[in-house]
């Protein structure tokens, strides 16, 4: 049994042992692993991360693009590293939240297998409809969904996706039943858009952005907590009357659990500084995306409530594990 000098000893050893990590820290190169392929937003913003926030580091930074099982395996590679903040993933709202309702035999707990370091950056998904709906705004929408139960059309980049379960958040707090069509990502689901054959979508800013903009489709909201700079004319759907839809595709990194909070700090100050440049806020809006920073206290706090959110909306919708 710890005397109570030993504890305190113990205590303020543990105390002094803190601001030394940080200082020594990082002793060498860091890995942002990112479990998708290279080329696109997830592997653009990591590149970013490393670049800016690693001259603040005075350490390098690499990227390793570990792509494949929605996600997994790059997430698993990070899981294994050593606790000591040079590993590193870039996660996402389908990493380390969906992915653990939708994927059968999910092979970590998100929120306890790994730690978290820095939120990130943030996209927020469009309600849009074709331009043609005889509709001008969400409730002209939700009004004509409920005079024809499922006779709208609603489309998705896949079953399971972001945009899916978005539209069923959606449809859920309007109380109105559409009809789900998947798509096999983004470009099939716009062409069908563009051509009239569905009627509404849910996709993310980057997806829709061009289209908006030439008026090939109309934007009625914005399922975030605020408006996009990107769109600023566009209402939230809580602004619409539709409150409850907040579905930001979200981008943050963590780190093996164990890895010391200190550590994780001085991770994230390096990211605050280095995203907080016009240079990296202007990649960010090339993206779509918006800067999103989280401390890890923050972001440890998100993470639960995110996975419970989704997995509510993936149970009422009877979406079933792969």
Known sequence: MLTRRAALATMLAT???????????????ITIIVPYPAG????????LVAQHAGADLGQSITVDNRGGGA????SIAAQRADPDGHALVLGTNQTHATNQSLLKNHPFDAAKDFTAVSGLAQVPHVLVVRKDLAVRDVAELVALAK??????TCGSTGVGSASHLTME?????????????????SAPLITELLA????????????VAAQVDNADVKALAIASSKRTPRLPG?????EAGITGVEADAWFALLAPASTPLPIRERIHQAVVKGLASDA?????AAQGMTLAVKSPAELAAMIPVEIDKWAAVIKAANVLPE
């Not at 996600?71 to 790059?74: D, F, N, S």
């Not at 009239?196 to 997806?207: E, H, Q």
């Open 234 to 238: 566009v209402p939230t759907l809580n």
């Open 40 to 47: 696109g937003p997830t592997d653009v913003l990591a590149r």
């Open 71 to 74: 996600g997994v395996i790059g």
């Open 15 to 29: 105390t002094a042992i803190r601001p030394a990590l940080a200082q020594t820290f990082p002793s060498r190169t």
């Open 196 to 207: 009239g054959r569905i009627d509404v979508s849910l996709a993310t800013l980057p997806t």
């Open 280 to 284: 990296a806020k202007s990649v960010l």
């Open 169 to 185: 958040l959606f449809k859920t707090r309007a109380d109105v039943a559409m009809l789900h069509v998947p798509f096999r990502g």
């Open 147 to 152: 005079s024809k139960p499922g006779g709208l």
